[in-house]
């Protein structure tokens, strides 16, 4: 039998030395006894490792296995060391043990270690410092009985959250002692070390009950998640008892109870507000202002439904030339802008090729709000139908009224509907200038999201240039009245 | 008017915001004390429950109204105008020193600060951003902020908000535009949306590659919203469908599901009943299946239809897609292993680890799982067939339930 004497309940470093060497000379789990605390008797017994272990090689072990062994260290139980040594053990004919979670070797390693965390986690969780009154600088005191030997992993956490503070956190087995610059452990202490009140819990506990909602009981989930080992250092759980005895009665006198007489009061000036801007429905607007506001409440068809707002057009008020676009898109919709996404960017380009200044042109849409369909989480553009530009072309032909520009752009099949009322072959009419009613010039080209689709580097190029000399073509009937 | 002491104040501020689901206190930019004058962590992981109230909410933040007094008439709402609860309002100051004084006890993770409105949208806001300008820059507080926009509100407060805060958030409050019409009339949806689209900009904005300047700090864990859960007469898939919309178009971190539950002094356009618990569980459960399991909506659940009470919606799509069961866990790929019922996640990633080494038996399964009760008739293991479930009384029938006799 060999003994492995480790110097603290939580010494990891020397259950690790040990370990190895014992797994060297090829001690079986069953001959290894492991001890901690320093100085027993039985500590001189037959086959006593001495400090200064030369281990003679080297074996590797599974990257998770060093973190695996650091959390389980920190367990509670009496046997961790031995089940570790065995994991460790078996790890020399099976390296990759580790991953076979339901060995049950394995599975009973990775539970203590998850008990650990969980341990740790709720120590950054269920800790209650206490000021400690009139003293300077500002200093508090916790007292905490953590299941496990988590203090030492887990002090850091509070350090790095309360560097500039000092405190102590107390437990039975060990005390950490932050001053604003080193962190000191000492050995454990008693609940009575700590200081029994602090006047803010009152504060407290009063959150505590107020946030708590009578109708809505559900105890267990509670209790699975603070459980009733930690209340007795929880000061709000003192009131859980109470809680939760007057909430079935609290919740149905809130059912049964009449509704009350509200008190006298005018209409609130919001609801004034918003009633008198409603837009009048079928009154012609006036200005592209009140084109803008009516969009935003415009019910013509159900696009407005899925979208965040509707997409009014932009630009100078008398502008010579209307670019026309299908809908707004992903990013239109949530902007509220028009060509402001990566067609919108491809689209300046274009025109600072053929020369036209982007800030002289009202960009808009035939059809206002973004029409689409959920793929996963993106929004993808879906075609508007004949119905829905037709509906939407009554905003179309008030911009075109107010604003009277002498060219009209339509991008794309549905802008060509849009504009000129009657499907047109893009392909086959682009570029070319066609009489409106209005008197304005009617061009029509592709949509810039087109360009973005080609798949081919080069037919991508090819469509693009065809695009800027379509665009070229514009600025050329601008520069002749 | 009296002057009310902190602590009552304190109870009614809290009170007023408990309806709002919201607690996380995750995923934000790590950050911690050192270095600076204050007191204050967080990081990019698992937020921190400080505590659990007897509803199994957890308490995280210091959840609370910056004032209830409202301009707004919402039915479902205990803080209405025309509600005749008491009413408070916190100054700037004692809001800070409150989030202090709880956070240096350990008591939370941060603030969570909603509002009621007063006067206007803007004035509201601008005491909010108080508040939070005071903890970040004047006591230079690096904890977890959560704070509620009030959609009315410019939008350069809603960037200067989101530059404080770690997340935010707006109620988009009812599934239907038209039952938010009738039930909140002051609220303006086409409001909420915009906002909500502000803010998913700014975070786009701050995370875009490539950048020589960094936009400036933006909302890091995100923004999210909460709807309430029967108020109004939305089917379930209907609710679903409004998440999906939301999650598409803002990438919302959370929606949160909040079944409609009794208010103090009730108002008579809208009964209360007791919460449908069971219904938001069952919603939330679809939520995750959208979210993590591959599943659509329209997989899930039609836009009229309801969620079924009795068992959950991942069971209810195997019982509804026979053909495709069993599973075989030593075969099938993690698309199909995820849409198994009774397997997680984090269940179906460790089967996969795990099959490299060896054909997987159904003790194998009961370990991952802790325990196969609701996964057997669904799979097929190494020494595992549910063939001789065929015969049996349905397997996984919901147990009978005595009907009411009244």
């Known amino acids: ?481 | 008017m009296a002057v009310l002491d902190l602590r009552r104040k304190l109870a009614i501020l809290s009170d007023a915001a408990k309806y709002d689901a919201s607690c996380a206190s995750s995923g934000t930019s790590r950050r911690d004390s050192r270095g600076g004058k204050g007191v204050g962590s967080s990081g990019p992981g698992m937020g921190i429950c400080h505590a659990y109230a007897p509803d199994g909410r957890c308490i995280s933040l210091l959840k609370i109204l910056l004032t209830n007094y409202c301009i707004y008439d919402c039915a479902y709402c205990v803080n209405r105008v025309s509600s005749n609860v008491p009413r408070a309002r916190f100054t700037v100051q004692e809001v800070v020193d409150l989030t202090l004084n709880f956070y240096k006890r350990n008591y939370i993770e941060g603030l969570f600060l909603s509002s009621g409105i007063i006067r206007s949208g803007d004035y509201t806001m601008e005491e909010m951003v108080r508040v939070v300008r005071a903890l970040r820059l004047d006591r230079d507080f690096r904890g977890y902020i959560h704070l509620k926009l009030i959609p009315e509100a410019s939008p350069a407060l809603t960037a200067e908000a989101a530059l404080y805060a770690d997340r935010v958030s707006i109620n988009i409050e009812l599934p239907r535009d038209d039952s938010l019409a009738r039930l909140a009339p002051d609220k303006d949806v086409a409001g909420i949306r915009r906002t909500m689209g502000e803010v998913r900009l700014g975070i786009d904005e701050r995370s875009e590659k490539g950048r020589r300047v960094r936009a400036p700090r933006f909302a890091p864990a995100g923004q999210s919203t909460q709807m309430i859960v029967g108020a109004d007469e939305a089917a379930d898939g209907e609710i679903l469908a409004r998440s999906e919309t939301l999650y598409g178009a803002y990438r919302l971190r959370r929606v949160y599901y909040s079944a409609f539950s009794p208010i103090p002094d009730a108002t008579a356009r809208l009964p209360l009943q007791r919460p449908p618990m069971m219904r938001e569980h069952r919603l939330y459960q679809a939520d995750w299946l959208l979210r993590f399991y591959g599943f659509s909506r329209d997989e899930l659940i039609g836009r009229a239809e309801n969620l079924d009470l009795a068992i959950d919606p991942k069971l209810a799509w195997a019982l509804r897609h026979r053909d495709r069961f069993p599973v075989d866990v030593n075969r099938a790929d993690r698309e199909m292993l995820l849409r198994t019922p009774g397997l997680g996640v984090r269940t179906v990633d460790r089967l996969l680890a795990m099959r490299r080494q060896r054909r997987l038996r159904l003790e194998d399964v009961r370990r991952l799982c802790g325990g196969v009760g609701k996964v057997t008739p669904f799979i097929v293991a190494a020494d595992w067939s549910p063939l001789a479930l065929a015969d049996a009384e349905h397997p996984v029938a919901p147990e009978p339930r005595q009907l009411s006799l009244f």
């Open chain 1, 1 to 481: 039998m060999r003994v492995a004497q480790l110097s603290s309940e939580t010494d990891f470093d020397g259950w690790r030395r040990a370990a190895r060497r014992l797994r060297l000379e090829g001690v079986p789990p069953d001959q290894a006894l492991w001890r901690v605390g320093a100085g027993d008797l039985f500590a001189l017994a037959e086959g006593e490792m001495g400090a200064c272990a030369h281990a003679a090689g080297a074996f590797t072990v599974p990257p998770a296995f060093p973190a695996l062994a650091a959390d389980v260290v920190c367990h509670r139980s009496a046997d961790r060391f031995s089940r570790l040594y065995n994991v460790l053990w078996r790890l020399k004919d099976e390296p990759r043990l580790l991953e076979d979670r339901a060995d049950p070797d394995v599975a009973d390693a990775l539970r203590m270690a998850g008990e650990v965390r969980r341990a740790s986690h709720k120590m950054k969780a269920f800790v209650r410092f206490r000021l400690l009154e009139g003293v300077a600088p500002e200093t508090y005191v916790a007292w905490f009985e953590p299941p496990h030997h988590v203090l030492e992993r887990t002090a850091q956490h509070f350090v790095k959250r309360f560097a500039n503070l000092r405190f102590s956190i107390l437990t039975p087995d060990l005390c950490c002692h932050w001053d604003g610059a080193e962190l000191a452990f000492t050995p454990g202490a008693r609940k009575e070390d700590a200081p029994a009140a602090d006047p803010l819990e009152r504060d407290w506990l009063t959150y505590y009950a107020s946030i708590f909602n009578p109708a809505r009981l559900k105890v267990a989930a509670m209790q699975s998640e603070m459980p009733k080992r930690y209340w007795r250092n929880l000061p709000e759980a003192a009131l859980i008892p109470a809680l939760i005895e007057a909430a079935q009665e609290r919740a149905e006198n809130m059912v049964a109870s009449e509704p009350t007489q509200p008190r006298k009061r005018a209409p609130s000036r919001t609801t004034v507000a918003l009633i008198e801007a409603a837009p009048s429905p079928g009154d012609a607007p006036g200005s592209l202002e009140e084109i803008a506001a009516g969009v935003q409440a415009c019910r013509r068809c159900d696009l407005w439904r899925g979208a965040t707002q509707g997409v009014p057009g932009e630009g100078p008020a008398h502008a010579p030339l209307m670019l026309v676009g299908e809908q707004p898109g992903d990013m239109e919709d949530v902007a509220g802008h028009p060509f402001v996404g990566p067609a919108g960017q491809l689209l300046d380009r274009a025109l600072a090729e053929a020369g036209i200044d982007r800030g002289k042109v009202f960009v808009t849409n035939a059809v206002k709000h973004f029409k689409h369909e959920l793929r996963g989480k993106r929004r993808l553009h879906k075609t508007p139908d004949a119905g829905e530009i037709t509906a939407c072309r009554w905003w179309l032909d008030n911009e075109r009224r107010l604003v009277r520009p002498r060219v009209i752009v339509a991008l794309g099949g549905s802008a060509a509907l849009a504009v000129f009322g009657r499907a047109m072959p893009i392909m086959k009419s682009r570029g070319q200038a066609m009489p409106l009613e209005d008197g304005a010039k009617g061009v029509v080209t592709v949509h810039p999201s087109y360009l973005l689709r080609v798949p081919d580097a080069a037919a991508k190029a090819a469509a693009y240039r065809d695009f800027v000399r379509d665009l070229t073509a514009v600025a050329e009937l601008l520069r002749f009245k």
